[in-house]
Each structure stands twice: as structure tokens, then as C-alpha cells.
């Protein structure tokens, strides 16, 4: 998809954007979808939140029950019907919409139009802010380290691994060290690491070790699922790397306390946000 | 019947291969640091892989649309040179085709090349069963007979077997050798296993190999194997089979080398396997030697059905590996916990349709759809969605039932009552957060299907950003 791009001649001055919050981000770290918001805003869109989202379905598409996923895909379909574009802080969730909607409507030529129109205007949002928007520079600041896990569906369906990159670099003060497997899955897999505790659990402590090894600060992703199940075992680790969704760091909100910290253990408790 | 399953509950054998530290440190080391680099150098050195696995694909595809045509130009050329084709609609079938041929030259000992279509049809118990002793050549299989195990991968079915554990199967099985011999070189094993199964070669009465490729337009079957034992087991008895299965056929020689070029450098980084060897037909007027007779025998046991359905894709496979050597979930469980002949991604695919998803239900959700082993296919097999469509299977049969079942249903109902949704998720979310007190995360959630056994769960931050939002929060 992100090969084509709309001419910018015919893009309305301002886009009009639909922010597809996700339900992690809704339910567990707000702060990811208000660094969605101020990134987006500052690039020069403007953004709305439709409140009629809640879930891009992905649950019941991964479990085989795709009567639920369907209805539940027309209601994300119905909530962005009216936006130029539509950006998610997810590579999960963008890819479920631009690679799986239309599969969902196979049989149903009008609902697969919709679905194919959605997918046709919707974005991962290092994605959309780089190649899109031409954010060239995020104006945030982070003195220290940062290392990087590309998120599978982000890498594998959308190609997701230049952009969040390109966004770091202008980030005054910060390195970034590559870790050893940044494209190996943390084990994740949504309703995959409620099912298969144990493996999953394996699969991250891998994950987590690789994450230590690159000596930074910080741990970043796309994807607050993967970033929830790294920061849950490296906290069980005792690691003391510390872990943001890459929208946090772009928008300068390094102040809140990364995932799954206290507020009492983080570095910036005490300093005014 | 088939081979049936072994291991009926992937969550145990899972759970036994992850309390193994020794088999977890074999596993690291030999998929990282072994097939996953090896794999990464041989395509290094061969920049049109991508169009050459495009090739592939076409003509695994090609073939699987005219396979009643070159199965049957195949028989017509084994025929011609001199060679019998047995038609084997299941792996009974091809038991009893086996038997009667091995009865036929009253065999008393077969040597057998590896093979997983052997595997397939639990070949080994029905011979020993009447009286005729099998002898695994292929080092790793000979390793797995000796101790009584299975495979627990495709191409390499010993990986789960570290070389100390061999040299301890030596000793207790050579017993004739000194018992104060050092085994702690892998060259010592293989020189040792050599010097063991040479006069086996040489007194069996039949060979038994696999085919990695049949040939139609010359009625060639093929195999590689890096041992030559293969070689060993088709040319020195005096009767060679190959059981094979239907879709490896290809139309030509040149079709062949399309798919060489492909496999050893998937499955292991080789450029070739060492040996390549294309047997056509029994031992001829001036050959030097070779078997009196050569038979195929061309299993189906079901093939033809998943050609007719949505899982076709999957009938491409050239069984190189890469999926199970990439796949993060393998890489901690072993081949053993799947249960059946085939193990990884590749093994979650075809392992429902020949035990039933009732059986093997759990296989399919056995995956966190990462998208690496589709990645790494050389004939670009859409491993996960073929999965996917098995979860469709299992999730119309009941699976998962119970609360996983409910929670996902509840989850689904609220997905599209968006103000109900909102509504009951601030006081879950509140509630969590409740319990997570001034915590940034919970160690301990019961009712959390086991997420908190292997890692703390991240609390929320408090309010959902759609609350958040609608008050004026920016």
C-alpha cells in the first residue's frame, strides 16, 4: 500500500484525519494515543477521534470466528467512512484492516468495497508521518539510549522498519543501538499469550535477554501488545530497561512513567510535565 | 491408518520440551546460530532467489493443476525403463504394497534412506510386526531408531539429540566396541555409525528410500541427501523402493534443478546437497550395478482431497524446513509436542487434515501469526492464513469452548456496542488499575490465562483514552 502514494496535488490542504486509537491503547496507555494526536497535528493535519471505535476485530479473525470479525471490521469500516485518511498507532491493527478487511467480505461485493476503500486510506503512523506527511522533524529531545523491536505485522505486512527510524534520528539526544533479533517475534501473538503462557513466556525471555544485551535505556516499538509483553517480563527480569511505544519518545512524552513502571520508580517523578 | 498421533496435548509436550534446559540450549544454537545463518549466506550468494522462489511457486502450481497428467506420463516412463509404479490411496495400502514386495524376495533385513512418507505410513512398526528388520542409514534417523524415538524434524530428525546423549546410545547399543572409546567428537560418532551400518548395506535384501523429486518426462525419482547413504541403500540390495508421495512429481529435468537450486539453500545454506542422485529404473544390460528390480510406490492418503480445498497451497511444500528452522514457536517446543509425522508451521497445516481438527485443534492456534515462516518459503506458501483457515474449522466445531470461548464472545458483543463497550471498559479498566494500588504492574492476576506465571502484566495508566479525550484532555 505505502508504495502508493496519493499525488499531494489532489490532497485537500489539510487531510482530514480519523485517529484509530485501538483498544490497547484506549484501555491500557491513553498517553500513546495523545502522542498519535500532538505527532499528527504537528505534521499539519487535522485529527478527529471518532467515537464509535472500539476493536479492529482482530481477536475473533485469529480465533476462526469470523462473524464476530466481520461485524466487528463494519463497525471500524462505519466509524471511518468519512475520513481522508485513517491512522493507527498499531501495525497489528493497521495490517488487520489493509491486508485482512477485504478477505473478511469475499462473498459480499458491496461490504467488500467498503473494506477495500478503508484499507485504500489507512496508515501505520510512523508510516504516514514519514512518507506521507514528510515529518522531518519531531522537535523532541531524550538524552540516552534507545534500542528498537520491529513488530511482525508491522514489518512483514506493511513494511514497516525505515520509518520509526527515520523519526528516532531527528530526536535530539538520542542514540539508538540495533539489538540482536530486532525482526524475531516477542512471543506475543494476542490472544496467543493467554492461550500458550509458557511458550510465550520463552519466547520473550529470549526477546527480553536480546533487549539487555543492547545496553540502552529504553526499548521501543509500534505495537503496544508486543510492548506490554516485553515490559511484563523484563520488569519480572528485574531489568532495569525501561520501555515507551515509539509515539511517546517522537512527541517528547518521556515524562509519563513507561509501561508497566510506578510512578514512584520512574527517573522523572518530582519533575514538572 | 496412519501413523497415529503420539503426543495428544501440545500444551504438555510443550510444556516437557520447555523444562528441558539442555534440549532449550540445543535448540537456540542450532536454529540461530546454524539453519537461520546458514540459510541467510546461501541466499547471499544467489541474487535472483526471489524470482527463482516466484518460479517455483508457478510450477508447484502449474503441477498441482495437471497432476492426474504428469503422475501418469511419470508411471508411463518407469514402465519404459523397466521400473513397477504402485498406486497407494493410504498408508495401509502402501503398507501392504511394501510388505508383498519385501515378502516377494523373502527379505529378511531392509536398509532405509530417510524418508517422513515412511514416517507417514509408520512403516518400520508394520515391517518389524512381520519379521523383517529395518535399518534407519540416514545418521540421524539411525540415532532416533536407536533410541526408540521419533523425529522431531523433517530434515534433520535427531536435532533434539545432543552429541553427548549420542555417544551414550552408542555405548549402550555397540556394545561389541570398547566401552573406554572416545566419543566425544561428532566425526567419531559418524565414523563409528559408518563402520556399524556398512555390512547392513551389504547384507539387506530390499532399499527403501524416499524422493525429494520425480521426474515425469523420464521417470526419474531423486533424492539428497548429504550422507550417501541413499546411494548406498538404492544401488547395493537387490531391490530398491521408493515411496514417495503424489504432488513431488515435476515435468522435466529442467524443472527439477528449479527446485534444487531452491531446497538445500532453504533448508541448510548449501548451495547442493552433497549428493544428488537421479535413479531411473532397475540395473540395465552393462550396468556396473544396481538393483535387480526398482518399484515407486505413489502414496496419495489424502492428497487428492486437500487438492480440491482451501489448504491446496500447502500441497507445494518441497519439505525444506525453513518454516519449522524460523519459527519462534518450534524453537522453544521441539518437534515432539505437535504430536504427528510433522512438526512447525508447515506440520500445523497439514497435521489436522490427515488426524481431524477435533485431534489437532490445538495446533493451528499454536501460532503467533508472526509471518516469518511465510517469509522464509521457498515456494511462498501463505503459511499463516492457511492456518487461519484451520482455526475457522476449529472454531466451528466448538474450539476453543469453554471460558476462552466466552470471554472472546462477550468481547465481540461489546466490540460492537460502542457506547456499552466504553461504558463497561472504564470499570475495567478502573478496576485493574484498582488492583495494581501504586504499582505499575500486576505480578499476580488469576482469571489472566496464565500471563502473570511468566511475566508481571503492565497496569493501565488510569481512564481510557476515550474518556480521557471527551473531557478535554489533550
Not at chain 1, 520491529?150 to 527515520?166: H, I, M, N
Not at chain 2, 489437532?360 to 509471518?371: E, R, W
Request: with cysteine; charged share 25%; net charge negative.
Amino acid at each position: 500500500m505505502s508504495e502508493t502514494l496519493t499525488p499531494l496535488d489532489v490532497l485537500p490542504a489539510k487531510p482530514r484525519i480519523g485517529l484509530f486509537v485501538t483498544c490497547l491503547v484506549d484501555l491500557m496507555r491513553p498517553s500513546v494515543g495523545f502522542a498519535a494526536l500532538r505527532l499528527l497535528e504537528r505534521a499539519g493535519a487535522e485529527v478527529v477521534v471518532p467515537e464509535k471505535q472500539t476493536c479492529c476485530g482482530q481477536p475473533a479473525y485469529n480465533s476462526g470466528d469470523m462473524a464476530d470479525a466481520r461485524s466487528i471490521a463494519q463497525n471500524v469500516i462505519e466509524a471511518f467512512a468519512d475520513f481522508d485518511h485513517v491512522v493507527a498507532p498499531s501495525g497489528s491493527c493497521t495490517g488487520m484492516i489493509v491486508e485482512h478487511y477485504a478477505k473478511l467480505f469475499a462473498d459480499d461485493g458491496p461490504w467488500r468495497a467498503r473494506a477495500e476503500d478503508l484499507a485504500a486510506r489507512t496508515y501505520e503512523l510512523t508510516t504516514y508521518l514519514v512518507d506521507h506527511l514528510d515529518l522531518n522533524n519531531t522537535g523532541a529531545a531524550f538524552d540516552g539510549s534507545a534500542t528498537y523491536h520491529d513488530s511482525c505485522a508491522g514489518l512483514r505486512e506493511l513494511g514497516v522498519k525505515k520509518q520509526p527510524r527515520t523519526l528516532l534520528a531527528t530526536v535530539d539526544g538520542l542514540t539508538l543501538n540495533e539489538m540482536d533479533e530486532a525482526e524475531t517475534c516477542c512471543g506475543f501473538g494476542g490472544l496467543f499469550s493467554i492461550k500458550y503462557p509458557d511458550i510465550s513466556g520463552a519466547i520473550v525471555d529470549k526477546k527480553a535477554a536480546c533487549a539487555e544485551q543492547a545496553e540502552s535505556d529504553l526499548l521501543l516499538g509500534g505495537d503496544l501488545g508486543c510492548l506490554m509483553n516485553m515490559a511484563g517480563k523484563l520488569a519480572r527480569r528485574g531489568s532495569k530497561v525501561r520501555v515507551f511505544h515509539v509515539a511517546e519518545v517522537l512527541a517528547n512524552m518521556t515524562d509519563v512513567p513507561a509501561i508497566g513502571e510506578a510512578p514512584s520508580e520512574s527517573p522523572n517523578e518530582g519533575e514538572p510535565t | 491408518m496412519s501413523h497415529v498421533p503420539h503426543c495428544h496435548d501440545f500444551q504438555a509436550g510443550a510444556k516437557k520440551a520447555l523444562d528441558d534446559e539442555h534440549l532449550q540450549a540445543l535448540l537456540e544454537r542450532t536454529l540461530k546460530d546454524g539453519f537461520q545463518k546458514k540459510r541467510v549466506q546461501g541466499m547471499s550468494r544467489l541474487p535472483e532467489y526471489d524470482q527463482l522462489r516466484d518460479a517455483a511457486r508457478d510450477l508447484k502450481d502449474h503441477v498441482l493443476e495437471h497432476l492426474d497428467v504428469y503422475l501418469e506420463r511419470f508411471e508411463a516412463e518407469v514402465i519404459k525403463a523397466g521400473g513397477h509404479v504402485h498406486w497407494a490411496r493410504d498408508a495401509q495400502d502402501a503398507r501392504e504394497i511394501i510388505l508383498n514386495i519385501c515378502r516377494s524376495v523373502d527379505a529378511k533385513t531392509v536398509s532405509k534412506g530417510k524418508s517422513m512418507i515412511a514416517e507417514e505410513i509408520a512403516l518400520n512398526d508394520h515391517l518389524e510386526a512381520n519379521a523383517i528388520v529395518p535399518i534407519e542409514t540416514d545418521l540421524g534417523e539411525y540415532i532416533v531408531q536407536l533410541r526408540h524415538e521419533l523425529p522431531s524434524h523433517i530434515i534433520a530428525p535427531a536435532f533434539h539429540i545432543s552429541k553427548e546423549q549420542v555417544a551414550d546410545t552408542f555405548r549402550e547399543n555397540h556394545t561389541h566396541l570398547d566401552p573406554e572409546r572416545d566419543l566425544s567428537e561428532p566425526t567419531t560418532l559418524l565414523t563409528e555409525a559408518r563402520g556399524e551400518l556398512r555390512d547392513k548395506f551389504l547384507q539387506a535384501d530390499v532399499g527403501i528410500t524416499g524422493a525429494n523429486i520425480l521426474v515425469a518426462e523420464t521417470g526419474t525419482a531423486m533424492i539428497v541427501t548429504n550422507e550417501g547413504n541413499g546411494d548406498l541403500t538404492q544401488n547395493l540390495p537387490p531391490v530398491h523402493i521408493a515411496i514417495t508421495s503424489i504432488e513431488k512429481v515435476v515435468p522435466t529435468l529442467d524443472d527439477a534443478t528449479l527446485i534444487l537450486r531452491l531446497l538445500a539453500r532453504t533448508a541448510t545454506g548449501q548451495e547442493q546437497s552433497v549428493y544428488n542422485t537421479f535413479f531411473t529404473g532397475p540395473k540395465r544390460p552393462g550396468d556396473l550395478d544396481g538393483p535387480e528390480q526398482f518399484h515407486v510406490v505413489l502414496l496419495d492418503n489424502g492428497r487428492s482431497e486437500l487438492l480440491g480445498s482451501e489448504f491446496r497451497d500447502i500441497l507445494r511444500c518441497i519439505r525444506c524446513g525453513a518454516c519449522i528452522n524460523h519459527c519462534p514457536v518450534y524453537g522453544v517446543t521441539s518437534g515432539h509436542a505437535y504430536g504427528w509425522v510433522y512438526p512447525g508451521p508447515m506440520g500445523s497445516v497439514l497435521t489436522p487434515h490427515f488426524v481431524g481438527i477435533e485431534e489437532a485443534h490445538l495446533l493451528p492456534s499454536a501460532s503467533t501469526f508472526c509471518g516469518r515462516c511465510e517469509e522464509v518459503c521457498p515456494v511462498r506458501i501463505p503459511l499463516p492464513d492457511l492456518l487461519r483457515k484451520w482455526r475457522v474449522r476449529a472454531f466451528n466445531v466448538g474450539k476453543p469452548g469453554g471460558l476462552a470461548g466466552l470471554a472472546l464472545r462477550v468481547w465481540a458483543v461489546l466490540a460492537r456496542r460502542p457506547r456499552l463497550y466504553q461504558r463497561v471498559m472504564n470499570l475495567a479498566v478502573g478496576a485493574l488499575k484498582m488492583l495494581a494500588g501504586d504499582k505499575g504492574a500486576l505480578t499476580s492476576l488469576p482469571g489472566a490465562g496464565g500471563w502473570t506465571k511468566t511475566r508481571d502484566l503492565p497496569a493501565p495508566q488510569g481512564g481510557t483514552f476515550q474518556a480521557r479525550y471527551k473531557r478535554g484532555e489533550r
